[in-house]
């Protein structure tokens, strides 16, 4: 199929950017990586009137730690950031999981923000972002706001984006002291979105685990230590609580038991790393 006419904006600063979603509105898509939007556009799930592109916009493009957090721009490839030197000792569970998104070739095309903005439920990095309690950065020609990652989520392919808004950064906190992270998917095959995914983020006191591909968006739940029995019985919980249905990939029966299995398997993992 072929997608239907558009107009396209190559925009020279972020500025000219801004402006034509301010006066375009619902009309107007941001492409970068186009790795999930160009299929949309082939298929017609998505009929913009205009399409802008912000992969020339250098003050998108960095990937810079301040404050406590991994800055990431919206310009900013998957593998760029796969491929920062300083990842894996500033956030190994971000680390852990960008091997996991999509294959080598489409994440030497699909961007960060790319993959926030499109918030599928299963999808890796934003799961990610809801498991360390990250945050997005919004801009439009008049303001900027931050919102956290687990309200920004609101449902399948839906986000608290405005019209008039775009995903500037996404901020990844760095790993603190005495935390042991871990994450594991389970998917027909590697590169295809999760049919379920875990994340975890343990340290002697607290557990926190986030799970993607069983809800309509990334879920995290925060407990004690969890010792002896308590463990099965909160993983248990969990998985109720998702409210799993059936689909043509698994179970809501599968879901829960993935949920119990690999929830099990990455918090002892993580704990492990405290060891």
Same mark, same amino acid.
């Given at each position: 199929?072929?997608?239907?006419? $558009?107009?396209?904006?190559?925009?020279?600063?972020? +500025?000219?950017?801004?402006?034509?979603? +301010?006066?375009?509105?619902?009309? @107007?898509?941001?492409?970068?990586?186009?790795?999930?939007?160009?299929?949309? /556009?082939?298929?017609?799930?998505?009929?913009?009137?205009?399409?802008?592109?912000?992969?020339?916009?250098?003050?998108?493009?960095?990937?810079?730690?301040?404050?406590?957090?991994?800055?990431?721009?919206?310009?900013? !490839?998957?593998?760029e950031l796969?491929?920062?030197?300083?990842?894996?000792? !500033?956030?190994?569970?971000?680390?852990?999981? /960008?091997?996991?998104?999509?294959?080598?070739?489409?994440?030497?095309?699909?961007?960060?923000?790319g993959s926030?903005?499109?918030?599928?439920?299963?999808?890796?990095?934003?799961?990610?972002?809801?498991?360390?309690?990250?945050?997005i950065v919004?801009?439009?020609?008049?303001?900027?706001?931050?919102?956290?990652?687990?309200?920004?989520?609101?449902?399948?392919?839906?986000?608290?984006?405005?019209?008039? *808004?775009?995903?500037? %950064?996404?901020?990844?906190?760095?790993?603190?002291?005495?935390?042991?992270? @871990? $994450?594991?998917?389970?998917?027909?095959?590697?590169?295809? $979105?999760?049919?379920?995914?875990?994340? %975890?983020?343990?340290?002697?006191?607290?557990?926190?685990? +986030?799970?993607?591909?069983?809800?309509?968006?990334?879920?995290?739940?925060?407990?004690?230590?969890? +010792?002896?029995?308590?463990?099965?019985? %909160? /993983?248990?919980?969990? %998985?109720? &609580?998702? &409210?799993?249905?059936?689909?043509?990939?698994?179970?809501?029966? $599968? !879901?829960? &038991?993935?949920?119990?299995?690999?929830?099990?398997?990455?918090?002892? *993992?993580?704990?492990?790393?405290?060891?």
């Amino acid at each position: 199929m072929k997608p239907p006419p $558009f107009d396209y904006v190559r925009a020279a600063t972020l +500025a000219e950017a801004h402006a034509v979603l +301010a006066t375009e509105g619902t009309d @107007a898509r941001i492409i970068a990586g186009g790795q999930t939007l160009v299929p949309m /556009l082939s298929m017609r799930l998505a009929r913009p009137r205009v399409l802008i592109d912000i992969m020339r916009l250098p003050e998108l493009a960095t990937i810079e730690e301040s404050a406590g957090s991994i800055h990431v721009g919206a310009g900013v !490839r998957q593998a760029e950031l796969l491929a920062w030197p300083d990842l894996a000792s !500033r956030q190994p569970l971000l680390a852990a999981a /960008l091997p996991w998104v999509g294959h080598a070739q489409t994440r030497s095309r699909g961007t960060v923000c790319g993959s926030v903005a499109h918030a599928d439920p299963s999808a890796e990095i934003p799961l990610v972002l809801v498991a360390l309690g990250g945050s997005i950065v919004l801009s439009t020609r008049r303001r900027q706001r931050t919102v956290a990652a687990e309200q920004f989520f609101i449902g399948s392919l839906s986000t608290d984006r405005r019209d008039e *808004e775009l995903i500037a %950064a996404v901020l990844f906190p760095c790993a603190p002291p005495e935390h042991g992270y @871990a $994450f594991r998917e389970f998917g027909r095959r590697h590169g295809d $979105f999760a049919v379920t995914a875990c994340a %975890a983020l343990v340290t002697p006191e607290r557990v926190r685990l +986030a799970v993607g591909g069983v809800a309509d968006r990334p879920v995290a739940r925060e407990w004690g230590a969890l +010792a002896g029995s308590a463990l099965d019985d %909160a /993983l248990n919980e969990f %998985a109720y &609580d998702l &409210d799993a249905r059936d689909d043509l990939h698994a179970t809501a029966r $599968f !879901r829960r &038991d993935l949920v119990r299995q690999l929830g099990r398997e990455v918090i002892m *993992e993580a704990r492990r790393c405290l060891a």
